[in-house]
């Protein structure tokens, strides 16, 4: 992925710290997103899919620790990478921090050379994992990601954009009924209105397509994929 490609979200109740750290990374050809509170990032997240966060730790209402362990807690996030940026150094601030999902524990001041050098190489391994990781297999019904390629016994199956959105993400935990409002937030987002019965028409579409009993219905809660 080229890094005009990636979206990068800091966090950081300092305004002057913001700016430092926007320039350099949009010196090196990343879009880069700004947010001064726990509570604004989470707000911010929705809206943008940030392929990697970067967040102080000490800001007032939600701190960095609460906001990751907040994103990791919900399916689009918890692959995502999060680095603290932040002068807290004491041993139990950085167990806290990897003990929330964190990638990387920097403590200021880093020089910005290191910082980029640092992320790059967090963005390419996490790269390499990624694409290790990106074919589910479902008895016989093959996912590809990275492709968005879908096949059953063998034979490729098309499916538009949004049914392999939601078969996607319902792939991507085998076994578990995620709620209508779950489905709702990471296929159409928090602020666009959906109607059930388009999600009812997509569901139906996709088991024409795909083989019998492998999406399940749990009345009044939602869908889930089984194995």
């Known amino acids: 992925m080229k890094n005009s490609e990636i979206k ?24 880069v997103f ?21 967040l102080d730790i000490m800001m007032p209402g939600m701190d960095g620790i609460e906001l990751c362990n907040s994103l990791k807690s919900m399916p689009e996030f918890e692959d995502s990478i999060v680095v603290f940026l932040t002068a807290r150094g004491e041993d139990y601030s950085q167990i806290a921090g990897f003990n929330v999902g964190a990638d990387d524990y920097i403590i200021k001041p880093i020089k910005p050379t290191i910082l980029m ?5 967090l963005l390419k391994r996490h790269s390499k994992e990624k694409a290790k990781n990106s074919v589910i297999n479902l008895n016989g019904t093959i996912i590809d990601k ?12 098309h499916l538009p954009k ?3 959105s939601i078969l996607l993400l319902l792939a991507s935990h085998p076994g578990k009924i995620f709620t209508r409002q779950e489905i709702y937030v990471n296929i159409w987002g928090r602020d666009v209105f959906v109607g059930d019965r388009t999600l009812d028409v997509h569901i139906r579409k996709l088991r024409e397509k795909l083989p019998n009993q492998l999406i399940k219905t749990v009345k009044g809660i939602g869908y889930g994929v089984m194995v």
Do not use: H, Q
Not at 117 to 121: C, E, H, N, Q, S
């Open 8 to 31: 990068i979200l800091l966090v950081d109740d300092e305004i002057d710290t913001l700016e430092f750290l926007k320039y350099n990374f949009e010196k090196e050809g990343y879009r």
């Open 34 to 54: 700004t947010a001064s509170s726990g509570t604004e990032a989470k707000k911010e997240a929705l809206n943008i899919k940030p392929d990697l966060f970067i």
């Open 146 to 157: 990275e492709k968005r390629l879908v096949m059953v016994d063998g034979n490729e199956v």
């Open 117 to 121: 050098a640092r992320v790059k190489a």
């Open 162 to 164: 949004k049914e392999f």
